[in-house]
């Protein structure tokens, strides 16, 4: 067993081993950097954002901003942020109603339980470490300490992007109070490409690395809570949970490898069904069906909604919105 002090002598053994970890618990990209407060230009940016309310009806984005900017105020003795990143990618087919991301467990879940493992291993193995971790949760920046940690860069589409992976991973974060040497940031690999931008139906991709979430389908579908007007369920398209067309036509998310994350297998019974088998569900059968899977973070209610927005709509060639 090893304490902190002595721990100060072997900062690089430890980083090595902590990646040696989580590949082990099924991780794909881990990368460190120093927790300290964002920049001043991340700040203002996010802001900025705020005040010209592309966040929409997303209020808890409006709260403590402080702790978004500042991982010691999360946890005063923070050292250093641990981003990790899994491969979900799957052959999900074109004509599914679903993002690519409703694999087939709820990533919440399982991301969760791997962190709580790799928590519990640094704490037995190295006491003195202690840390809090979060996976999508929380009010970590987690695509701004990604880049800073070196796994991907923050792209035009405003999604992770990785040289590997693509975009199609989820991130999940561990900050504790020990000091190891971060990586270099990942620089931007966008370039000239715009894509994403040109392919949004809804031009809720502003250009500038900017999203207007109020025009964006995932949103809609999923966080918005108010009743949908008619100009907004023209706005769903085909899809009753999520959306992928500006991760779809991304270069970097083209041949990319298949996820080999057991619990994130393609689920059939989701991605291969149409919208009449969808129509004729009850409560009870929506809450059953969707049980293990991220699209339980909707009501009922609001899955009918979705459904009536595209019906009609799910026939769509979705090559007629990728240009």
């Not at 019974?269 to 009850?282: A, L, Q, S, T, V």
């Amino acid at each position: 067993m090893c304490n902190v002090k002595c721990l100060m002598l072997k900062k690089t053994h430890l980083k090595e081993k902590i990646k040696d970890k989580a590949k082990q618990l099924g991780f794909n990209l881990i990368g460190f950097s120093v927790a300290e407060p964002v920049e001043e230009e991340i700040k203002n940016f996010y802001l900025d954002w705020i005040k010209k309310g592309y966040h929409g009806k997303m209020e808890f984005l409006e709260r403590n901003i402080d702790k978004r900017m500042n991982p010691k105020e999360i946890m005063p003795d923070a050292k250093t942020i641990i981003s990790l990143g899994i491969n979900y990618n799957t052959n999900t087919p074109l004509s599914s109603l679903f993002s690519k991301y409703v694999v087939g467990k709820d990533y919440h879940i399982v991301i969760k339980k791997k962190m709580k493992k790799l928590l519990e291993w640094l704490e037995e193995n190295f006491p003195g470490i202690n840390g809090k971790y979060f996976v999508d949760s929380g009010y970590v920046l987690e695509k701004y300490w990604a880049q800073k940690s070196g796994i991907g860069w923050i792209g035009k589409n405003t999604c992770l992007i990785t040289e590997k992976y693509g975009s199609w991973i989820f991130l999940s974060e561990l900050i504790i109070n020990f000091e190891i040497e971060p990586d270099l940031p990942c620089k931007n690999l966008c370039g000239k490409c715009n894509k994403c931008i040109e392919n949004c139906p809804n031009n809720s991709l502003l250009g500038n690395y900017t999203i207007d979430a109020k025009k964006c389908i995932s949103y809609l579908n999923i966080e918005y809570k108010n009743k949908l007007t008619s100009e907004e369920k023209k706005f769903l398209l085909f899809y009753l949970f999520g959306c992928d067309l500006c991760q779809l036509v991304c270069p970097y998310n083209i041949n990319t490898n298949l996820t080999q994350e057991p619990d994130f297998l393609i689920n059939k019974n989701i991605h291969y069904k149409d919208i009449k088998f969808f129509k004729e569900f009850d409560e009870k059968k929506f809450k059953n069906f969707f049980a293990e899977t991220s699209v339980n973070r909707i009501s009922f209610e609001k899955f009918k909604e979705n459904l009536e927005a595209i019906e009609g709509k799910n026939l769509c060639k979705l090559n007629s919105y990728i240009v």
